[in-house]
């Protein structure tokens, strides 16, 4: 019989995700047939299924660590912020609708039976299900059609183990507050908790584990030490983002040991940025997230579009920054500008939004570096693809997502060669470039020949086989910390209850 233990955070950005992973892989190692599942996600960070769906990047990684392909049923909603009061549903890996957040809160019962029905496929001729809450079960304000924490678990009968991260400190109140603010029937399906990123010796938190025994009557599953090497693997959402974006106080701050620099402005709706991942475990590239408030930098080799959910919002506020000024500077110099996805549709002469996709319609001007044109339109595409990149005739492989046709003179002289047709483009000096596939620097031979051509020193990065053994070292190192055996003693059959 299938069994089932949920993970929820005392707030976000805890670590659930990455616990989730390394439990996923663990288990499995011991031979146990393991899904994960996330009833509700929100993130720009999506990757696309065998079936042509999407599901959120983080589930993605878990599956792998399950040694196992995406599904759509690991992650039945998610939700895609595409404005500050927009966000774009999807509901079994397609699109699903669009709607505001008090809008949201009102269907959101209604996505329930879909959840349920996508977590009993998932459980079928499954050993064990470890499913992954969103934010904080604490956040009582919105308990009411919960379908991502307390609510979730209500409905499925599993046990809820509480994840929170000593790192941000006060993980005491942290976990003492989210019991307390539980109601009765919530408190009973804690199994307890997990201490996480701790710093030191360990057993300098007996005296809290004791503590919050007492307050609470939960047991400790075990601290968990910081384990720094998590962050090779692809991150869940833009929270992310604060740790790669440098402050820009000092030179030293900014550029370390002086590499390559490849500088990345930061959308307030970027998406899918785990594309630049490749780059940052390459000893030879300095990558530059710029944040708002600062230029691109002057000396830059490179500087990447990279995808967007709100393209034409994304490229108003890039206009907004003076991004665009820079950018034309940096072109000016003879320097490159690569886009990706909607950062190649920006680099264009126009967008048209025929269809009020990302807001209303409208026709905007581009970025005018490429000669061509794109019109957004209501079909998706999510495909995995593979081909050849034509300027160094590596191989490259990665997966479309995105709305929208672009077209134009510059098509001519396209960027890539996929199994079904060209992508993307190059201007004829070669210094201008722009395409739709997404995940294309993972491939190894492709990254380090696109390096060399930038003047830098490319490693020897089997990124691939990175993530492996990065999961591997994750799931060894929650062998040594947490008391797995007693974790899956906590796991139960799921009890769902009947529709109402």
Same mark, same amino acid.
């Given at each position: 019989?299938?069994?089932?233990?949920?993970?929820?955070?005392?707030?976000? $950005?805890?670590?659930?995700?990455?616990?989730?992973?390394?439990?996923?892989?663990?288990?499995?190692?011991?031979?146990?047939?393991? @899904?994960?599942?996330?009833?509700?996600?929100?993130?720009?960070?999506?990757?696309?299924?065998?079936?042509?769906?999407?599901?959120?990047?983080?589930?993605?990684?878990?599956?792998?660590?399950? +040694?196992?392909?995406?599904?759509?049923?690991?992650? *039945?909603?998610?939700?895609?912020?595409?404005?500050?009061?927009?966000?774009?549903?999807?509901?079994?890996?397609?699109?699903?609708?669009?709607?505001?957040?008090?809008?949201?809160?009102?269907?959101?019962?209604?996505?329930?039976?879909?959840?349920?029905?996508?977590?009993? @496929?998932?459980?079928?001729?499954?050993?064990?299900?470890?499913?992954?809450?969103?934010?904080?079960?604490?956040?009582?304000?919105?308990? $009411?059609?919960?379908?991502?924490?307390?609510?979730?678990?209500?409905?499925?009968?599993?046990?809820?183990?509480?994840?929170? $991260?000593?790192?941000?400190?006060?993980?005491?109140?942290?976990?003492?507050?989210?019991?307390?603010?539980?109601?009765?029937?919530?408190?009973?399906?804690?199994?307890?908790?997990?201490?996480?990123?701790?710093?030191?010796? #360990?057993?300098?938190?007996?005296?809290?584990?004791?503590?919050?025994?007492?307050?609470?009557?939960?047991?400790?599953?075990?601290?968990? /030490?910081?384990?720094?090497?998590?962050?090779?693997?692809? *991150?869940?959402?833009?929270?992310?983002?604060?740790?790669?974006?440098?402050?820009?106080?000092?030179?030293?701050?900014?550029?370390?040991?002086?590499?390559?620099?490849?500088? #990345?402005?930061?959308?307030?709706?970027?998406?899918?940025?785990?594309?630049?991942? *490749?780059?940052?475990?390459?000893?030879?590239?300095?990558?530059?997230?710029?944040?708002?408030?600062?230029?691109?930098?002057? $000396?830059?080799?490179?500087?990447?579009?990279?995808?967007?959910?709100?393209?034409?919002?994304?490229?108003?506020?890039?206009?907004?920054?003076?991004?665009?000024?820079?950018?034309?500077?940096?072109?000016?110099?003879?320097? @490159?500008?690569?886009?990706?996805?909607?950062?190649?549709?920006?680099?264009?002469?126009?967008?048209?939004?025929?269809?009020?996709?990302?807001?209303?319609?409208?026709?905007?001007?581009?970025?005018?570096?490429?000669? #061509?044109?794109?019109?957004?339109?209501?079909?998706?595409?999510?495909?995995?693809?593979?081909?050849?990149?034509?300027?160094?005739?590596?191989?490259?492989?990665?997966?479309?997502?995105?709305?929208?046709?672009?077209?134009?003179?510059?098509?001519?002289?396209?960027?890539?060669?996929?199994?079904?047709?060209?992508?993307?483009?190059?201007?004829?000096?070669?210094?201008?470039?722009?395409?739709?596939?997404?995940?294309?620097?993972?491939?190894?031979?492709?990254?380090?020949?696109?390096?060399?051509?930038?003047?830098?020193?490319? +490693?020897?990065?089997?990124?691939?086989?990175?993530?492996?053994?990065?999961?591997?070292?994750?799931?060894?190192?929650?062998? @040594?910390?947490?008391?797995?055996?007693?974790?899956?003693?906590?796991?139960?059959? /799921?009890?769902?209850?009947?529709?109402?």
């Amino acid at each position: 019989m299938v069994l089932a233990l949920m993970l929820q955070g005392t707030g976000s $950005d805890v670590g659930k995700s990455t616990l989730l992973a390394g439990m996923a892989r663990a288990f499995t190692r011991r031979g146990l047939k393991v @899904r994960p599942f996330k009833p509700q996600n929100m993130s720009n960070n999506a990757a696309v299924t065998a079936d042509g769906g999407e599901i959120g990047r983080a589930q993605a990684l878990q599956a792998r660590a399950c +040694g196992i392909p995406p599904a759509t049923d690991m992650n *039945p909603v998610l939700l895609k912020p595409q404005s500050e009061s927009g966000t774009q549903i999807i509901v079994d890996g397609r699109v699903w609708g669009t709607a505001c957040a008090s809008e949201y809160r009102q269907l959101a019962p209604s996505l329930l039976p879909p959840v349920l029905a996508a977590f009993t @496929r998932l459980a079928e001729a499954t050993d064990l299900v470890l499913i992954e809450g969103a934010g904080s079960p604490a956040e009582i304000n919105l308990r $009411d059609g919960d379908i991502a924490n307390m609510g979730f678990a209500e409905a499925a009968g599993v046990p809820v183990v509480l994840i929170g $991260d000593i790192e941000r400190g006060g993980f005491i109140a942290q976990l003492v507050g989210t019991h307390e603010l539980l109601s009765a029937s919530e408190r009973a399906l804690l199994a307890g908790y997990v201490v996480n990123k701790f710093r030191g010796d #360990v057993r300098l938190f007996d005296g809290g584990i004791n503590a919050l025994g007492a307050r609470t009557g939960l047991r400790c599953f075990g601290v968990v /030490p910081h384990f720094s090497a998590a962050a090779r693997l692809p *991150p869940e959402d833009s929270l992310a983002l604060a740790r790669r974006t440098p402050s820009l106080s000092s030179e030293e701050e900014r550029w370390g040991r002086g590499r390559v620099r490849i500088a #990345v402005p930061v959308f307030p709706r970027i998406a899918n940025f785990d594309d630049l991942d *490749p780059l940052l475990a390459e000893p030879g590239v300095e990558l530059v997230m710029v944040a708002p408030g600062q230029p691109l930098p002057r $000396d830059a080799i490179l500087v990447i579009l990279p995808g967007s959910k709100a393209t034409i919002g994304d490229l108003a506020f890039l206009r907004c920054e003076g991004w665009d000024i820079d950018l034309l500077a940096h072109w000016r110099q003879g320097r @490159r500008i690569l886009g990706l996805c909607g950062g190649y549709q920006m680099l264009g002469q126009t967008i048209t939004d025929c269809f009020g996709t990302e807001g209303r319609k409208e026709t905007v001007r581009g970025l005018g570096l490429l000669e #061509v044109d794109t019109v957004l339109g209501d079909a998706k595409r999510l495909v995995d693809a593979a081909g050849v990149d034509l300027s160094t005739g590596m191989p490259v492989k990665g997966y479309e997502m995105h709305i929208g046709s672009t077209t134009g003179p510059e098509l001519e002289r396209p960027m890539l060669r996929l199994v079904s047709g060209a992508d993307g483009c190059i201007t004829r000096d070669g210094r201008v470039a722009g395409c739709y596939l997404h995940g294309l620097f993972a491939s190894d031979l492709f990254r380090r020949a696109f390096l060399k051509g930038l003047g830098a020193d490319s +490693g020897e990065v089997a990124y691939e086989q990175q993530i492996e053994a990065t999961l591997d070292g994750l799931a060894d190192h929650l062998e @040594r910390s947490l008391d797995l055996p007693a974790l899956l003693a906590a796991a139960r059959p /799921p009890h769902l209850k009947p529709a109402a």
